[in-house]
């Protein structure tokens, strides 16, 4: 469903988490997946991976224990993006590339509203490229889901800004010539206070996942490699294979030791002989070297370990780093605006008037014309 959200401008309010300041349900109520699914038809390609990371949000939104007027889903354009109109709660089907501007606005104004995006690889990296940088650096409170299928969708299969080098399409028949967008190494260059990854097909990872994003105070961005069966299928089957992917995904737990692999196969995540960076050694080898396996630190205050697990994929797919590279806490753009304002309001003795109001906006330099 798509509506209105009636303006305001509650008290501010501060904390650690991203839910602090939403209204709950009243003790003894509780909501189940039927209540944050809409009436609408939902219409995406068979076996296209958006209806697995719906289920999956439908499912968790629950957990959340807030009011479905206190929930609210802001897209931009892109298959990804009919999500709004799919979950009973308020949201909007904005504008190609803006949905964090509008998500910013909202979050502003609204401290009693959980705010979501839901946007593509091409919506958020292409055309709302800035408008995503800009919010991650500003650590609005509000939740990002990026769909990252490597590909336009909607607009029937041309090359996207994580479409590998040499990627075929309606739009590059001789190849792409473009190097693609790493979204996790984006958001931890503009030092987003929370980034994660997550797969469309592995719904316990994505779940606990989405509950660590939304529980965060400041933007969150989770990248979901999510598949599209018509214009790019198949380009994560190697991470969902049983067999596979045991070898691929090195997982992400923070205080753990970054090791991955099969029983008599393990590898280790260390740190590079340059210096710079991390590599990936057989453990065995690693530790007759006298190598330290790495420890994550989700906590960091400093992103480059996170960057640098981030620079571990790559289009072979060889070593894909999944779950939380970074959660930290830092003051909230939303909650910084708030109590600039209250401070203002204080200084002029109180709530701004009407007639305050009136004289701020034909104070300075004005003119009349006609």
Known sequence: MTATV??????????????DGVPALPEGVALGKKDFTSAQEVRWCPGCGDYAVLAAVQGFLPELGLRRENVVFISGIGCSSRFPYYLDTFGMHSIHGRAPAIATGL???????????????????SIGGNHLIHAMRRNVN??????????YGLTKGQYSPTSETGKVTKSTPAGSLDAPFNPVSLALGAEATFVARTLDSDRKHLTSVLRAAAEHRGTSLVEIYQNCPIFNDGAFDVLKDRDESVGRLVRLEDGQPLLFGAEGAQKAVVRSASGFGVEVLDAAAAAEAGREVLVHDAGADDPSAAFALSRLDDVSMAHVPVGIFRSVARPTYDDLARQQLDEARDVAGGPASDDDLAALLAGGDTWTVG
Do not use: Y
């Open 6 to 19: 009636p303006l305001g401008m509650p008290a501010a309010r501060s904390g650690g988490s991203g839910l």
């Open 107 to 125: 979050a502003t104004s609204r401290s009693d509203l959980s705010v979501w995006v839901v946007t593509g690889d091409g919506d958020a990296l």
């Open 142 to 151: 509000m939740t990002v889901l990026l769909f990252n299928n490597r590909i």
